[in-house]
Every structure is written in C-alpha cells, then in structure tokens.
C-alpha cells in the first residue's frame, strides 16, 4: 500500500475535546444493573452490593458522565419507586423490557455509586408515561436544600447534602413509536418545554438534553429536531442523538467505512442547531449530546421479550470482535474531529448489555471494545486539531469512499496525541505524521491493537484474543513520525514536541 501522510498544524484547531465524550450508559435492561454493576450475592460484592471487579475494570476506561435510568426503561419509571428503605420499595413489571423491577438500586444508590466513581451523573426523567411535574419533584429531590417536600425525603433517606446532578435528559427516543407515551414532535416539544422550565425554575444550574431524532432511518429525521428546537431551544443546551452500527452483510470493508456515515449525521443535527439559532437570532445554540452510541446487532432479536417477565433476563449480551473495535474507534475519532459540536458522548452501554464488560457468575471478561475505548480515554485532555490525510483510498458498497487510515489528533500542551486506524483488512498502511510549524521529538508511548481476523474476540475460555499492547516500533526521521500500521489495527500514540 502507498504511503498515507497525516498533515497537521498546532494552529489549525476544532476545539477542546470536552471529557464528558468519554461517558457511559447504564440502563435498567437485561443484567446491566443486577449481575452486572451490583450483585451482592458475588463473591466480588462490597458492603453496598456492587461488584468490585466491574467497578476496577470500568475504573480503567476512566468515563466522565454515567446516563441512567435509561434509554426505554425511563419512559415507564417512577424514580419514587427506587427511594427509601429497600424493604418498603415496590417491585413491578417493567414494559419497555418486559422484565421484573425490583427497584433496589435507585437515585440513591446510583449516586453514591456515581461518586465512587467519579461520575458526574446524568439523569433521564420520565416524560412517556411521567410528568414535568414528576420531573421537578426529582429534581427537588436531588439538589433541594433541605425545608421542602422531596428535599427532607432525601434527607429522612439518609442523604442530608444535595446530590446536585447537573445533567438532565427530557426523556428518551420520544420520536420512536415504540417508546412508551410516544407523541408526535409538537407534543414531546410542549411536555418538554414544560417540564424542562419547571425543572430550571427550581434549579437554575441544571443543563438539559431534549430529545433529537434518534435514528437518521426515522421518516422524520431532522424535521423532528428542527420542530422540537424551535420550541424548547432557550431551555435545551443539548440534543440528543444515537447511532447504533451493524454489519449484517457481513461486509468488513463497507462496516469500517460506516464513519462516513456517523460524521454526516453529527454534522446533519449541528446544521439544524445553528437553522434554528440563526431563525431566533439568539446567542446561546443547543451543542450535541451523542448519548447513545455502539454496535450492535448479532443479539438484536429482542429475545427473550415475552410476557413471562423473568429477572434478570440475558438481553443482547453482544460479543465483539476486532471489526467491532476498529468501528468504535471510529466513533471517537468523530467525536474529536467534531470537538466543536460534539459536546458529551455515551458508549451504552458499560456491563453485560452492549457492553466492553460481561460478566458469568463471578467471572469477568474484557472485550475488543474496551481496549480501544481506554485507548483514547486515557489521551483524551487537549484540543482537537484539523487532520489532513493524503493516501490511497477504497470506497465502501453503501458508506462510500473513505482512506484507509482514519484518524483523529489531540494537541495538549507540549503533547501530541494521534489516534490511527488502519482499515484494510490484508496489507499494512505506511503511515508518516508531519506536524508543519513544530518538530516532533519524542515518543512518549503507544499502544497497538489488532488480531488474528476481522472476527477473532475474546472469550471467557481465550480472554487475551484480542488486546491493546505496547507497541515500540514507532520511528522519528528529521521531526516527522513513521510507522507500518498491521492490517486491521489500531493505533494511539502520544508525542512530545520539541
């Protein structure tokens, strides 16, 4: 393969890539709560339950901001249900899931948990089968002062201090039919505009995320946007939008090009933010929440989804492999190369569900994923720079053309971090990065993964299939980096300028 050379200049800036990119999703679904982050039963659980193995591995990935309750199961969740003394909580059945509720984690827990972790934690009220005024009370009771209602309920729960959640999402997929409450785009636009000015009536600090289009598939994709944020656009400093990527054709080449497709949809919704900023002529315009974002589709089946209610339910518990890596990879580029409109950012989601973690009784097992994902996190400080890429190129059946190497950069201070990923599935990319107003002078690490073929994945019989390692052999010639990226690979490399 021809040489692909990288382009860059410490001028030549996007934005700061803001940390909360770097965040995870954890929905009550299939054993992402229960036999996922808690299970006191476990050999692993601490005094509160939750699984210390899970947490040491999420720990590692180092993520910002946690999205909980949900995705589906908010819109038919009644967070009253999931406070005060366990004993006295309500189990019920869950519709979204139809699985059994028995709400013993909740706000509570989930904060607590948030702040071992160093989350900042970010919550989804119910506007399906909820109200603002729920919404309000919520907020009351997580950041009311003491005096008030919902505020000594916390209190009288053994929580005297404000949690002060910052982050709120006005629901989930509201445009989705099968969302519980679903409505068209002017009524969600109305149920939000109305709890979302009760819930800053209470606590002005808050920041919210209205509900965007979430799927460019939708028959009202962006027309939904366009309508909700002409409503609520001076109450939302978010809209929210997913992506969920499969390769059903088993098409490797097209899969990886898929990031065509992600850059168009980010760039698509920011287009509609500055219509409707430009149209009410304001300063202030909603930035992007990426809130849920991964592949999947091997364990799209819905299986299990039947009226016996069981708990906890094995729901698409998705196996990856190293494709699936080389995809996320993908997704973070995007997310630095739109540093600009790409604000926060949710892989979902963190355990066992779609998730880099799964776990079989006590044992754990790291995914392809995770890796990739640690990868970037780890380098994530600084801000974005413009990459220009120049190289041999290959055009994907349905995604269309894209260069065999992807690639992202984040200037820090003296440090340059580079992200690469070579999508060819035989031959090795000759990669050289020029940075062209400083001289690169060091190598300060790197870390490379790849594998044996595009489906090879980790088992909890073979879990070192497929890992990041440190990679050595990366060159400086007269300021400029070189490097021979292995076919299906991914690499992160941090410089130091000099």
């Not at 899969?255 to 065509?260: E, M, P």
Request: hydrophobic share 40%.
């Amino acid at each position: 393969m021809q040489t692909t050379t990288l382009r860059l200049h410490t001028a030549f800036r996007i934005g700061e890539v803001d940390p909360r990119v770097f965040g995870g999703f954890l929905e009550h679904m299939g054993r992402a709560v229960y036999q996922g982050v808690y299970q006191p039963a476990s050999r692993h659980a601490d005094a509160e339950g939750f699984r210390k193995d899970v947490l040491e591995a999420l720990e590692r990935l180092r993520m910002t901001v946690m999205r909980y309750p949900g995705g589906n199961f908010v819109s038919g969740y009644h967070w009253e249900d999931g406070v005060g003394p366990r004993e006295h909580r309500p189990t019920v059945r869950e519709l979204a899931w139809n699985t059994i509720e028995p709400n013993e984690v909740g706000t509570d827990e989930f904060l607590s948990l948030s702040r071992r972790m160093r989350w900042a934690p970010m919550l989804a009220v119910n506007l399906g089968t909820g109200t603002p005024e729920e919404a309000r009370n919520w907020v009351e009771y997580c950041n009311g002062a003491s005096g008030t209602k919902y505020a000594d309920m916390r209190v009288a729960n053994g929580h005297a201090d404000p949690h002060d959640v910052k982050l709120w999402c006005l629901g989930n997929e509201m445009d989705g039919p099968w969302q519980l409450g679903h409505v068209p785009a002017d009524q969600y636009a109305l149920r939000a505009q109305q709890a979302g000015k009760l819930m800053k009536s209470l606590d002005p600090s808050i920041e919210l995320v209205v509900c965007g289009s979430c799927s460019p598939l939708m028959p009202n994709y962006m027309e939904w946007d366009r309508t909700v944020l002409d409503y609520v656009a001076g109450l939302a400093d978010y809209v929210s939008l997913h992506r969920y990527v499969d390769n059903r054709a088993d098409d490797t080449p097209d899969f990886l090009a898929v990031t065509n497709a992600i850059d168009r949809q980010i760039e698509e919704l920011d287009a509609v933010c500055r219509f409707v900023q430009a149209k009410q002529r304001t300063q202030k315009r909603p930035y992007l929440c990426f809130d849920e974002w991964n592949v999947w589709y091997k364990t799209y089946n819905r299986e299990g989804l039947d009226p016996k209610g069981d708990f906890p339910r094995h729901l698409i518990e998705e196996i990856y492999n190293l494709e699936d890596a080389l995809v996320v990879a993908g997704f973070l580029n995007s997310f630095i190369r739109h540093a600009d409109s790409v604000k926060i950012a949710n892989i979902a989601q963190i355990v066992n569900v779609i998730a880099p973690i799964l776990t079989r009784g006590d044992e754990l097992l790291i995914q392809s994923i995770y890796y990739v994902f640690e990868m970037f996190s780890k380098r994530r400080n600084g801000v974005a720079l413009r990459t220009s890429v120049q190289g041999p190129t290959y055009r994907g059946t349905l995604n269309g053309e894209v260069h065999y190497v992807d690639s992202s950069a984040i200037l820090d201070g003296r440090e340059l971090k580079v992200f690469v990923t070579n999508r060819s599935l035989q031959a090795e990319a000759p990669l050289e990065i020029e940075l062209s107003d400083e001289a690169i002078s060091r190598v300060e690490n790197a870390e490379l993964l790849t594998g044996p073929d595009a489906k090879a994945a980790n088992s909890f019989e073979k879990p070192h299939v497929i890992r990041s390692v440190e990679f050595k052999d990366v060159e400086i010639n007269a300021g400029k980096v070189r490097v021979q990226l292995p076919p299906l690979s991914v690499l992160a490399v941090t410089l130091e300028l000099g």
